[in-house]
């Protein structure tokens, strides 16, 4: 079923950023993700849905190489990934944004946001443009990074990640305890950059707000892919993902 599935989601002419077949990965002696099959095309949003531990967080962070062990192939623009370490990976253009946010509290935003190097000769977006994403940002830059609120950490981090000139964004629950207003301002600034020709997988337990989001899903359970279709098949999904998700 998730193969046939698999195969319905990627036809199309859009090059593909990203090709995962087989992937397994482990936290010490725990198999985590029992060969996963994935795929991103090129400037689109793929969402990762799933309920708690189905592997999702886990899948990204195999993909960008901060597991225990994996195996099976991950790769990006053809390149293969499963043998790299995490600095390789980050600097073809990958970028994690995890669901703690990783903001160092004793460093201000402005810090925060100049911390990791440009991994990209070109291509890193200009700071005025990421004041123009996220204006609370500018308003806040000596402001120390544990007196941001979470709206504002989340912003951060996410600015943190396009200042380096990663074009592959990997958000895990980026709207996570937010306040609906910043839900709303988190889901603009997803959109302006699919806009702008990033590719973002998105793994976000908000389903309304993925839904206005994304291009296409991939549904886990037990660290496997059991579904995947494209937007325009989500509403005849409904059933399924209800049962499934509890949506």
């Not at 494209?230 to 509403?235: D, G, K, P, Q």
Request: with cysteine.
């Amino acid at each position: 079923m998730a193969e046939a599935a698999l195969q319905r989601s990627g036809d199309g002419a859009a090059r593909l950023a990203l090709e995962i077949r087989g992937l397994q990965a482990w936290y010490n002696e725990s198999h985590i993700l029992h060969g996963v099959d994935l795929d991103v095309r090129e400037g689109e949003v793929v969402t990762l849905l799933g309920r708690n531990g189905a592997g999702k967080t886990t899948t990204l962070k195999a993909i960008m190489g901060i597991v225990g062990k994996r195996s099976g192939s991950v790769a990006f623009n053809g390149r293969e990934l499963i043998n790299l370490p995490i600095e390789r990976i980050a600097r073809l253009g990958v970028a994690l944004c995890p669901e703690e946010r990783a903001i160092f509290a004793s460093l201000t935003v402005k810090e925060n946001l100049f911390l990791p190097p440009a991994v990209a000769k070109t291509g890193a977006m200009s700071v005025d443009r990421i004041y123009a994403l996220f204006p609370n940002l500018r308003e806040r830059l000596s402001s120390g990074g544990g007196k941001l609120s979470g709206g504002e950490q989340q912003m951060l981090a996410i600015a943190r990640i396009l200042r380096t000139g990663a074009r592959f964004l990997m958000l895990d629950e980026p709207t996570e305890g937010l306040a609906p207003v910043i839900i709303q301002q988190i889901g603009r600034t997803i959109a302006e950059l699919k806009r702008e020709g990033f590719t973002i997988l998105l793994v976000e337990q908000n389903f309304r707000f993925a839904s206005t989001l994304a291009d296409r899903f991939f549904v886990m359970e037990h660290g496997r892919i059991v579904d995947a279709f494209a937007s325009v098949e989500l509403e005849g999904r409904m059933g399924f993902l209800h049962e499934t998700l509890g949506v």
